[in-house]
């Protein structure tokens, strides 16, 4: 294998450690994409409870 697609998903920092292996390993990056998920709206709220 010489050249790999990686696709990345989180929030933290601990993500780029597979990267930096991958490249340790000598294979080429053809590129890197962020696939983490990121709400457009979200769910609506509810509503305050009236007693």
Request: with cysteine.
């Amino acid at each position: 294998m010489q050249w790999a697609e990686v696709m990345i998903k989180g929030l933290d920092l601990k993500r780029d450690a597979p990267i930096r292996a991958i490249r340790i390993s000598g294979i080429l990056l053809k590129f890197i994409r962020d696939v983490t998920p990121m709400p457009h709206n979200g769910c609506r709220s509810l509503k305050k409870r009236r007693v």
